[in-house]
C-alpha cells in the first residue's frame, strides 16, 4: 500500500481504478497540469494488463491476464513519452487439421509465397487464397478508415459510412451477420472458421447472431493500428503499465494504491470520492470522477440502477515449457506454429457444435481454443537460465465458455475443461503437451487455468467478461456523449473498457476521457 493521499485538498480529477486506462488518464491529466489522484483496489497498477511470475521459484514474467496489443494507438504512446515497445510476429497464424487420414495444417505468414502454397497444399487450388487476400483487403481498408476515429470525438454512424467509403464493406460488417460475409467469401470450412475466430475472442455468439455481438468483436479484432496486427508486447503487457505508472507519476499524479473507492457523490459540478484503506476510511474531493472500472460497478459507487449482467465466455491458461512440442504434420515447425497464433479445434463446423453445446448448458466436446508463444517472438520476459536451456511459454485462450456453466462446481468443471482443451491440442502433437510442461519449486507443473469467474473474483470483471460488457459500435448512438464516455453526471466519466470505444488494451477510453476533461474545462 502507498502512503495516503492528501485529503485536505481538492483534485483536478480523481482517478477511480489503476488499470491501463486509467492511467492513460492520469498521465494526459497530469501532463496538462492537472492534479490528479488515482485510488487502486489492489496493492499494485495495471489492473488486467500486468506481468506476474505465477509459478513458485521460476524466472518467467507472464502476461498474466490479457496478453497482445493491436488497439494501442501510437499517438498515445508518442503523447506521453512512453518507454514501450512491441515487436511484430513474423507468422500469423497456423491451424492444424486432418485430412484424407494426413495431418496437415493451414500456415498464414512467412512471406506471401509460403500463405499462398499453404492454401494450395490444404484446399487443392488457388481459389481460397484469393478469396482471402480478397477477404482482408476489405477488412484492412476499413481499418485504415475506422482506427483514426477512436481517439477523436464520436463520429455519427452516417459520418463513419462516409467515412468508411465501401458499401460492400459496410454491408458485411456493420449491417449483416459477419458470417453472410465469411460463407460468401470462403468454401473450405477450417478457413472459414480461422477467419471467423477473429468475432468471437471472448464474445459468446454464433457467426449468424441476429444481435451482430459477433460483427463488433470482429471489427475490434481487425482494425487495430489501421492494420489489424497483433503484436508482442516487449516485456510483457506489464512493461506498458509500468511504463504508463511511471509517466503519471513523473508528471505529478499521486497513485495511491491499496485504496478501494466505495462510494462516489457528485453534482456535476463537485463530486466526493469515499475510499477504504489498510488505515480506515478516508475521502477525496474533487472537481472530475474518471471511473476506470465497469459499468456495474461505477453503478454501485453511484448509487444507480446496474446496467444488465455481463458474463465473460473464457478461458485462459498459462503454461511454462521445457520445449516446444513436436507436431504430428510433418511440414510443420513448432517454432513457427506456435509463433503466431495457433488455432485448435477452430473449424467452422466445430465453432458453431461448441457454440451450440455451451448455449444448452453443457462444455463444448471439443472446446475451441488458441494458443500462441510469447518468448520465441519476446525471449525477454524468461530468466537467462531458462533461455539458455530452450524454455517457452504458452499463453491459451479458450472460447465458448461461458459463465454459466462453472455455477454447478466450480474447480471441477475447470479442470474437466482444461483437460478436453488440451487433449484437442494433444491430437495434433506428436508427444503429449505434459511431457513438455516444466515444474516449478514445488514440483508441480507450469499450468495454470483462469475461468470467468476466477476473473471477476480476482480483477472485479463482471461475469468474467473482459471487455466489462458488450463491445460496442465505434460511432455515437443514443446517450453516448460526445466522447462515448459521458454519464449522467456530467463530471463523472467512465474510462474503463465498458466505455464506447472500449475493450482490449488501447487506452483509447482513458484518452477519451481524458479529452473530455480538457475539454470541458475550455468551455
Given at each position: 500500500?502507498?502512503?495516503?493521499?492528501?485529503?485536505?485538498?481538492?483534485?483536478?480529477a480523481?482517478?477511480?481504478?489503476?488499470?491501463?486506462?486509467?492511467?492513460v488518464?492520469?498521465?494526459?491529466?497530469?501532463?496538462?497540469?492537472?492534479?490528479?489522484?488515482?485510488l487502486?483496489?489492489?496493492?499494485?497498477?495495471g489492473?488486467?494488463?500486468?506481468?506476474?511470475?505465477?509459478?513458485?521459484?521460476?524466472?518467467?514474467?507472464?502476461?498474466?491476464?490479457?496478453?497482445?496489443?493491436?488497439?494501442?494507438?501510437?499517438?498515445?504512446?508518442?503523447?506521453?513519452?512512453?518507454?514501450?515497445?512491441?515487436?511484430?510476429?513474423?507468422?500469423s497464424?497456423?491451424?492444424?487439421v486432418e485430412?484424407?487420414?494426413r495431418?496437415t495444417g493451414?500456415?498464414?505468414?512467412g512471406?506471401?509465397?509460403?500463405?499462398?502454397?499453404?492454401?494450395?497444399?490444404?484446399?487443392?487450388?488457388q481459389r481460397?487464397?484469393?478469396?482471402?487476400?480478397?477477404f482482408?483487403?476489405?477488412t484492412?481498408?476499413v481499418a485504415?478508415?475506422?482506427?483514426p476515429?477512436?481517439?477523436?470525438?464520436?463520429?455519427t454512424?452516417?459520418?463513419?459510412r462516409?467515412?468508411?467509403?465501401?458499401?460492400t464493406?459496410?454491408?458485411?460488417?456493420?449491417?449483416?451477420?459477419?458470417?453472410?460475409?465469411?460463407?460468401?467469401?470462403?468454401?473450405?470450412?477450417?478457413?472459414?472458421?480461422?477467419?471467423?475466430t477473429?468475432?468471437?475472442?471472448g464474445?459468446?455468439?454464433?457467426?449468424h447472431?441476429?444481435s451482430?455481438?459477433?460483427?463488433?468483436c470482429?471489427?475490434y479484432?481487425?482494425?487495430?493500428?489501421?492494420?489489424?496486427?497483433?503484436?508482442?508486447?516487449?516485456?510483457g503487457?506489464g512493461?506498458?503499465?509500468d511504463?504508463?505508472?511511471?509517466a503519471?507519476?513523473?508528471?505529478?499524479?499521486?497513485?495511491?494504491?491499496?485504496?478501494?473507492?466505495?462510494?462516489i457523490?457528485?453534482?456535476?459540478?463537485?463530486?466526493e470520492?469515499?475510499?477504504?484503506?489498510?488505515?480506515?476510511e478516508?475521502?477525496?474531493?474533487?472537481?472530475?470522477?474518471l471511473?476506470?472500472a465497469?459499468?456495474?460497478?461505477?453503478?454501485?459507487?453511484?448509487?444507480?440502477a446496474?446496467?444488465?449482467?455481463?458474463?465473460?465466455?473464457?478461458?485462459k491458461?498459462?503454461?511454462?515449457?521445457?520445449?516446444l512440442?513436436?507436431?504430428?504434420?510433418?511440414?510443420?515447425?513448432p517454432?513457427?506454429?506456435?509463433?503466431?497464433?495457433?488455432?485448435?479445434?477452430?473449424?467452422?463446423?466445430?465453432l458453431?457444435?461448441a457454440?451450440?453445446?455451451?448455449?444448452?448448458?453443457?462444455?463444448?466436446?471439443?472446446?475451441?481454443?488458441?494458443?500462441?508463444?510469447?518468448s520465441l517472438?519476446?525471449?525477454t520476459?524468461?530468466g537467462?537460465?531458462l533461455?539458455?536451456?530452450?524454455?517457452?511459454?504458452?499463453t491459451?485462450?479458450?472460447?465458448?465458455?461461458p459463465a454459466?456453466l462453472?455455477?454447478?462446481d466450480?474447480?471441477a468443471?475447470?479442470?474437466?475443461?482444461?483437460?478436453?482443451t488440451?487433449?484437442?491440442?494433444?491430437?495434433?502433437?506428436?508427444?503429449?503437451?505434459?511431457d513438455?510442461?516444466?515444474?516449478?519449486?514445488?514440483?508441480?507443473?507450469?499450468?495454470?487455468?483462469?475461468?470467468?469467474?476466477?476473473?471477476e473474483?480476482?480483477l472485479?470483471?463482471?461475469?468474467?467478461?473482459?471487455?466489462?460488457r458488450?463491445?460496442?459500435?465505434?460511432?455515437?448512438?443514443e446517450?453516448t456523449?460526445?466522447?462515448g464516455?459521458?454519464?449522467?453526471r456530467?463530471?463523472?466519466?467512465?474510462?474503463?473498457a465498458?466505455?464506447?470505444r472500449?475493450?482490449?488494451?488501447?487506452?483509447?477510453?482513458?484518452?477519451?476521457?481524458?479529452?473530455?476533461v480538457?475539454e470541458?474545462?475550455?468551455?
Amino acid at each position: 500500500m502507498t502512503p495516503p493521499p492528501s485529503t485536505s485538498r481538492t483534485y483536478d480529477a480523481v482517478i477511480v481504478g489503476g488499470g491501463h486506462n486509467g492511467l492513460v488518464a492520469a498521465a494526459y491529466l497530469a501532463r496538462a497540469g492537472r492534479s490528479v489522484l488515482v485510488l487502486e483496489r489492489l496493492d499494485h497498477t495495471g489492473g488486467a494488463a500486468v506481468s506476474t511470475e505465477p509459478f513458485a521459484g521460476v524466472d518467467a514474467r507472464l502476461s498474466r491476464y490479457s496478453y497482445l496489443v493491436s488497439l494501442l494507438p501510437r499517438k498515445i504512446v508518442r503523447d506521453l513519452g512512453l518507454d514501450f515497445r512491441v515487436r511484430a510476429r513474423t507468422i500469423s497464424s497456423y491451424t492444424p487439421v486432418e485430412r484424407a487420414g494426413r495431418p496437415t495444417g493451414l500456415l498464414v505468414g512467412g512471406g506471401e509465397r509460403r500463405t499462398r502454397e499453404s492454401f494450395a497444399r490444404l484446399t487443392g487450388s488457388q481459389r481460397e487464397y484469393a478469396a482471402w487476400q480478397r477477404f482482408y483487403a476489405m477488412t484492412g481498408h476499413v481499418a485504415q478508415r475506422v482506427f483514426p476515429t477512436l481517439t477523436e470525438p464520436l463520429p455519427t454512424r452516417d459520418e463513419l459510412r462516409r467515412r468508411v467509403d465501401d458499401e460492400t464493406a459496410w454491408r458485411a460488417l456493420f449491417e449483416e451477420p459477419v458470417g453472410v460475409a465469411i460463407e460468401e467469401h470462403f468454401a473450405d470450412d477450417l478457413v472459414r472458421g480461422v477467419a471467423l475466430t477473429d468475432a468471437l475472442i471472448g464474445t459468446f455468439a454464433d457467426a449468424h447472431d441476429p444481435s451482430l455481438a459477433q460483427n463488433r468483436c470482429f471489427l475490434y479484432h481487425v482494425i487495430g493500428g489501421g492494420t489489424g496486427a497483433w503484436d508482442v508486447p516487449v516485456g510483457g503487457m506489464g512493461a506498458l503499465t509500468d511504463a504508463l505508472a511511471d509517466a503519471a507519476r513523473a508528471a505529478g499524479a499521486v497513485l495511491a494504491t491499496g485504496h478501494e473507492a466505495v462510494r462516489i457523490d457528485a453534482d456535476g459540478h463537485r463530486a466526493e470520492v469515499t475510499f477504504r484503506s489498510a488505515d480506515g476510511e478516508g475521502a477525496a474531493a474533487a472537481r472530475h470522477v474518471l471511473v476506470n472500472a465497469s459499468p456495474r460497478e461505477l453503478a454501485a459507487l453511484t448509487g444507480d440502477a446496474p446496467p444488465p449482467p455481463a458474463e465473460g465466455a473464457q478461458l485462459k491458461v498459462n503454461m511454462l515449457l521445457t520445449r516446444l512440442p513436436r507436431l504430428r504434420d510433418p511440414d510443420a515447425d513448432p517454432r513457427e506454429a506456435f509463433a503466431g497464433t495457433f488455432h485448435i479445434a477452430e473449424g467452422y463446423e466445430q465453432l458453431a457444435a461448441a457454440h451450440a453445446q455451451a448455449a444448452a448448458g453443457e462444455l463444448p466436446a471439443a472446446p475451441p481454443s488458441e494458443i500462441y508463444c510469447h518468448s520465441l517472438t519476446d525471449p525477454t520476459i524468461l530468466g537467462p537460465d531458462l533461455a539458455a536451456k530452450g524454455m517457452h511459454t504458452l499463453t491459451l485462450f479458450g472460447l465458448h465458455t461461458p459463465a454459466r456453466l462453472f455455477a454447478r462446481d466450480h474447480d471441477a468443471v475447470r479442470e474437466e475443461l482444461l483437460r478436453s482443451t488440451l487433449a484437442q491440442l494433444d491430437a495434433h502433437l506428436a508427444e503429449p503437451l505434459a511431457d513438455c510442461l516444466a515444474t516449478d519449486a514445488d514440483g508441480r507443473p507450469c499450468i495454470e487455468a483462469r475461468s470467468p469467474l476466477d476473473l471477476e473474483r480476482d480483477l472485479g470483471l463482471p461475469g468474467g467478461n473482459i471487455f466489462h460488457r458488450e463491445l460496442s459500435w465505434p460511432h455515437a448512438q443514443e446517450g453516448t456523449g460526445h466522447w462515448g464516455v459521458e454519464t449522467a453526471r456530467a463530471n463523472v466519466l467512465l474510462c474503463g473498457a465498458g466505455a464506447v470505444r472500449g475493450g482490449g488494451v488501447s487506452g483509447v477510453p482513458g484518452h477519451n476521457a481524458a479529452m473530455a476533461v480538457l475539454e470541458r474545462d475550455k468551455a
